[in-house]
């Protein structure tokens, strides 16, 4: 094989074996990837000189001279990530740590219009502005949509909770001056929620938000289906010939335990819905409800997938104060188990999907990482 393939090849795996470890030293990487430590040091010497890598102190000695600490550098690269709702638009600036180096929430409801374009240009320019002097070091832009999306991520297949055309893409590229995909909103959020729990096994996400939907990840890898339509767990039937959903079928999990079925009860406002129901009977009866409902959904899940599900979205942002008594209906309807330690809340009570957008950005750096 080529002497320069095989050193960039060399450099390559270092880097990768870095950032998958978080910090490393020199001979772990030179045992791991069967490469002698001269090799090694010239290709760490090649990362620090590319700002890719820095020391970032020592490891305790186990005899002899302590080892270097190497880390990736989490500012030499950037990713940004859009979610797009109904009814609010959020970008985050994240590094290649998954940093929040900033972020910005607005309420502005959807349209395809040059007025919402510019808007969306607008406030993305200026998050890009503040805080990158060179944009070269921006990998590209993620856009979580709540839609079904062709395998290019450029294309919609499936859109009912906000209108979205067949050329939104060809729309946004006039607005938008880096590259940049969609990424449909709950699997975003689930690969957001994996990353952060750092989770090595199989997982579920449900995200409970004005729609459903949810993801399945196997650690770091997304299923997605044969068809990308894996974790549409909103259109599961849970009550059969039951209230209607918004797709036109009935009985749907999402007609009972969007969180919509909570805010409708205090002006649309999910957080005054919390802020009440401790002081609030008939809240709290609707909240337990509601919990009744969504431990069917999890049982399924649980008998489905065997492993932890995690809650996300609107309503998993205030979950923790009520996971035990959630995890104790769960409990009642599974045969198998009576522990509900499986049950997590998530890590994200905002901004998971446009987190997880951005992600696929710094995942694709990494993974396709060459010199």
Not at 14 to 26: F, K, P
Not at 77 to 90: E, F, K, Q
Not at 94 to 105: E, F, H, K, P, T
Request: with cysteine; proline share 3%.
């Amino acid at each position: 094989m080529d002497e320069t393939i095989v050193r960039n090849k060399n450099i390559e795996e270092i880097y990768r074996l870095i950032y998958q470890n978080r910090q490393i030293s020199r001979q772990e990487i030179s045992r791991l990837l069967n490469i002698s430590l001269p090799t090694t040091t010239q290709n760490l010497n090649a990362l620090q000189e590319l700002g890719l890598i820095h020391k970032a102190g020592e490891f305790q000695s186990t005899g002899g001279r302590k080892p270097s600490i190497y880390c990736c550098v989490p500012n030499a690269r950037y990713a940004v990530g859009i979610d797009i709702t109904r009814n609010h638009l959020s970008i985050v600036l994240v590094d290649l740590a998954l940093n929040l180096i900033d972020s910005l929430r607005i309420r502005i409801a959807f349209e395809e219009s040059d007025s919402y374009f510019s808007a969306l240009n607008e406030h993305l320019e200026q998050i890009i502005s503040q805080n990158i002097s060179d944009r070269s070091r921006l990998l590209g832009v993620g856009i979580s949509l709540p839609a079904l999306l062709g395998t290019d991520h450029k294309t919609v297949s499936y859109a009912t909770v906000i209108p979205l055309s067949s050329d939104i893409y060809s729309k946004l590229e006039k607005y938008i001056h880096a590259p940049f995909l969609f990424f449909n909103d709950s699997n975003s959020a689930g690969l957001a929620e994996s990353w952060k729990g750092n989770y090595t096994n199989s997982v579920i996400y449900l995200s409970l938000s004005s729609s459903i939907g949810g993801a399945n990840m196997n650690g770091k890898t997304l299923y997605t289906g044969d068809h990308n339509r894996s974790s549409e767990f909103g259109h599961m039937t849970i009550i059969p010939h039951g209230k209607r959903c918004y797709c036109g079928r009935y009985g749907c999990l999402d007609a009972y335990c969007s969180s919509n079925v909570l805010s409708d009860f205090t002006r649309g406002n999910l957080k005054e819905f919390f802020n009440q129901i401790k002081s609030n009977q008939g809240l709290r009866n609707v909240f337990d409800d509601y919990m009744d409902h969504l431990a069917i959904a999890v049982n399924n899940l649980r008998m489905c997938f065997d492993c932890d599900i995690i809650l996300g979205g609107n309503v998993g942002a205030y979950i923790s104060d009520y996971i035990e008594d959630f995890r104790q209906k769960a409990l009642e309807l599974n045969p198998f188990e009576n522990d509900g330690s499986f049950i997590h809340p998530c890590h994200y009570p905002t901004e998971a999907a446009a987190v997880g957008a951005a992600i696929y950005y710094i995942d694709g750096f990494v993974q396709n990482f060459a010199i």
